[in-house]
């Protein structure tokens, strides 16, 4: 069965570090593109990171630079290194999967989802 868990949610102070991890079973652990999206209270869920086999990641201008993402594929399972963290990141983070090369930045092109990990960042 396709399933995605996120972990490593939590609070923590501007300035600080999380990481997210998501373990990818089934299906999803082959998936050609992984991706983190969060959402935040009141607002639409939007693209975060994602990283495709033996690629390059690509971010989201509001995280490059502070976000890093990767995966082992040897072990399905994908992590978020959070640096730098501002309140405004604030926001439940879902992991995601798609089975495409190119499912770009919308929700659209992702096949699965996880039920999301809560991150407060307090200023």
């Known amino acids: 069965q396709a399933q995605l868990i996120e972990s490593g949610g939590g609070l923590v102070q501007a300035g600080g570090s999380l990481r997210l991890s998501c373990a990818a079973s089934g299906r999803t652990g082959f998936a050609a593109t992984l991706g983190w999206f969060r959402q935040a209270p009141g607002k639409e869920r939007v693209f975060v990171a994602n990283?495709?086999?033996?690629?390059?990641?690509a971010y989201a201008d509001s995280v490059k630079g502070r976000f890093t993402i990767s995966r082992d594929n040897a072990k399905s399972t994908l992590s978020l290194q959070m640096d730098s963290l501002k309140p405004e990141d604030t926001a439940v983070y879902y992991c995601a999967a798609s089975l495409g090369l190119n499912p770009g930045t919308s929700e659209s092109g992702y096949h699965y989802w996880g039920q999301g990990t809560q991150v407060t960042v307090s200023s």
């Open positions: 990283i495709r086999r033996n690629s390059p990641a």
